[in-house]
């Protein structure tokens, strides 16, 4: 089984930053790509940002120039870099991986529990 562990989320003032954290735990033979997803209050959950284990990463648009995501493949561990927040970045960022078990052929979507982050003055 792979389990991701989320933190950093919280309230921050608009223009401020916030880092959040997501850490992969379990035995698997890949787990890659991760990244973020959030879902605010009443709309679909929706891609803020994936990296590979190369460093390849994607964004969504609405976050391009203000959020970095990045990697420790050593200890499984994804960080967003959140700068420059608006109060439409309010909502639940969960953390997402994609993995392939040990002994399994197929690949299997692994959701963190989720993280509040809030931007409001």
Known sequence: QVHLVESGGGLVQPGGSLRLSCAAS????RIDPMGWYRQAPGKQRELVATITSAGNTNYADNVKGRFTLSRDNAKMTV???MNSLKPEDTAVY????VAVLLGAASEIEVWGQGTLVTVSS
């Open 94 to 97: 969960y953390c997402n991986a």
């Open 26 to 29: 379990g035995v698997a033979r």
């Open 79 to 81: 960080f967003l870099q």
